[in-house]
């Protein structure tokens, strides 16, 4: 289950059941704040701004690398997740 603490966090669509929607698989984006019925709202890439609602909608949380100041890969942080 998410949490208000998923804000911030870089995500990817799987899936939506939204047929009116243009966002496409594989569109990314970043939680903005997760409602109180769970509903994920996110600021997409793209400029779209589309709520996922877990069981509906399939998305992944992106791995996130950070660098060291000599360019070099330190730690990830987050997982490969999906929410069914």
Do not use: C, H
Not at 4 to 19: E, M, N, P, Q
Not at 20 to 45: K, M, Q
Not at 60 to 72: C, H, M, V
């Amino acid at each position: 289950m998410l949490d208000k603490t998923d804000a911030g966090r870089r995500v990817r669509l799987v899936s939506t059941s939204d047929t009116y929607t243009r966002l496409e698989p594989g569109t990314e984006g970043t939680v903005i704040f997760t409602d109180d019925f769970g509903t994920v709202f996110v600021d997409w890439d793209n400029g779209y701004t589309l709520g996922l609602i877990p069981g509906e909608d399939r998305f992944e949380f992106i791995r996130q690398q950070y660098l060291a100041p000599n360019g070099q890969p330190t730690n990830t942080f987050g997982t490969d997740m999906e929410e069914e």
